[in-house]
């Protein structure tokens, strides 16, 4: 590490540290959960296993203040009250008990959009007035005209026949936020929902790669679209199959990681990394009041900023993990795509007998049109046009993970 960087860690440690011990009226105020934590966390533990978050590898041990600076970057984002009503005066204005695989999948598309925008590098510290960072954030705020809003996605959801309210799967967010995205013009951003556990390359090459119109008659290959790929994958049928512990490890080492959607019984989770046989996680399971962040000009827009950003992430072991989850992965470029393809053909697919998914060129021959069609309509593999036989509770209201 040059020296320069090492005075950039020093400094955002010392301003997030500065920043997490002070103002008591402000916990008074929003109180976000993950702040109140004891002066010793047990966020990461002390082992000499490598930590992964998002791609990138740290030590536990040396590393401990620069992986919390990593973490607290990431966008969180948790249930929230007092918004305006979804879909009308008498609409709901909280999300708590049902929204929370609804922010997972916001969690996913924003660090989407900063690795887009700002790079995976980037990290945030309590006085940041980024123009692109507070650009990002407006669009996932409550307001009925915010892209990535909760009001935006559950009246999307409810097109695809989810009623306001109800709860969401992984297959069903993600497909939600492939037809958002088509209306950010600014990110460009390209959705892609692989289907039954399979990968295909001439797919997505032809959604990211499309052809485009010069003088009205040739047509062209535009510039690559940046790729969000998303997996829905079902490994097990109650609990993990121990089979495919090491491929989930695996996928969080990749750069082009942007995490899991999934959950445990109870629950859903935003996975962000691993440490051994643990997985880390950012948890939406807070109420907050709803806030804006605006310019962050003011003082209450400071520290309504602050309720975006955990100090602490949370970890399970992965065996833990519900067996429905939505591997996450983004390629900027046409180069990354290339790369993660290889990265799965040698690291994923060659050493276990049981990979998680698979990559394909060109749609396999026994391709089903009706499972196809089905997906368009929020479904992304044959579990989905199952009756859900198990109900999971969480702490107010019922939530079904599948």
């Known amino acids: 590490m040059s020296p320069d960087d090492s005075k950039t860690h020093r400094t ?14 402000f916990k008074k105020k ?3 959960a993950c702040l109140e ?11 000499t296993e490598p930590v992964w978050i998002l791609g990138k590898r740290y030590s536990a041990v040396q590393d401990i203040n620069k992986i919390r600076q990593d973490i607290v970057s990431k966008i969180w984002i948790t249930y929230r009250k007092n918004f305006i009503p979804i879909g009308g005066n008498e609409g709901l204005t909280s999300d708590k008990g049902w929204g929370c695989m609804l922010r997972c999948g916001q969690m996913v598309l924003a660090q989407a959009l900063v690795s887009l925008h700002l790079g995976r ?33 559950a009246l999307m959801g409810a097109s695809l026949g989810k009623q306001v309210g109800q709860w969401f799967g992984p297959n069903t967010v993600a497909q ?7 209306y950010d013009d600014w990110s460009r951003l390209a959705i892609h929902v692989a289907l039954d556990n399979t990968v295909v390359i001439s797919d997505i090459k032809e959604l990211c790669l499309a052809k485009t119109k010069l003088d009205g008659t040739n047509l062209t290959n535009s510039e690559w679209k940046p790729l ?41 989770l935003y996975f962000i990394g691993c440490v051994g046989k643990e997985v880390i996680y950012l948890d939406p399971h807070h109420t907050q009041k709803t806030c804006f962040v605006e310019n962050k000009e003011t003082e209450e827009q400071i520290e309504a900023d602050t309720t975006y950003h955990c100090k602490y992430a949370s970890r399970i ?9 939505a591997m996450c992965f983004f390629c900027k470029t046409e180069s990354d795509f290339n790369d993660f393809c290889l990265k799965v053909e040698t690291d994923l697919l060659n050493p ?5 998914f698979e990559i394909s060129y060109n749609k396999p021959t026994e391709w089903s049109p009706v499972l196809e069609n089905a997906v368009d309509a929020g479904a992304a593999s044959f579990a989905d046009f199952q009756e859900p036989t198990d109900r999971f509770f969480d702490s107010d209201h019922e939530f079904e993970i599948l």
């Open 12 to 25: 955002l440690g010392r301003k997030l540290s500065n920043f997490f011990t002070k103002k008591q009226s």
């Open 30 to 32: 929003f109180k976000p």
């Open 37 to 47: 934590a004891t002066l010793e966390p047990n966020d990461i533990p002390k082992t």
């Open 121 to 153: 590098d980037w990290l945030w510290d309590p006085q940041c007035k980024d123009n692109t960072y507070l650009r990002i954030l407006k669009k996932f705020q409550e307001r009925r005209q915010a892209p990535y809003s909760i009001h935006q996605i």
């Open 176 to 182: 939600v936020l492939k037809k958002l995205v088509k």
């Open 228 to 268: 969000l790929l998303i997996v829905p994958l079902r490994l097990g049928l109650t609990e993990i199959n121990p089979l495919y512990i090491s491929g989930i490890q695996k996928c969080f080492q990749f750069k082009q990681s942007l995490g899991v959607i999934g959950g445990k019984p109870n629950v859903a």
């Open 317 to 325: 072991n992965i065996v833990k993990m519900d067996p429905s989850i």
């Open 352 to 356: 276990q007998t049981e990979p998680m």
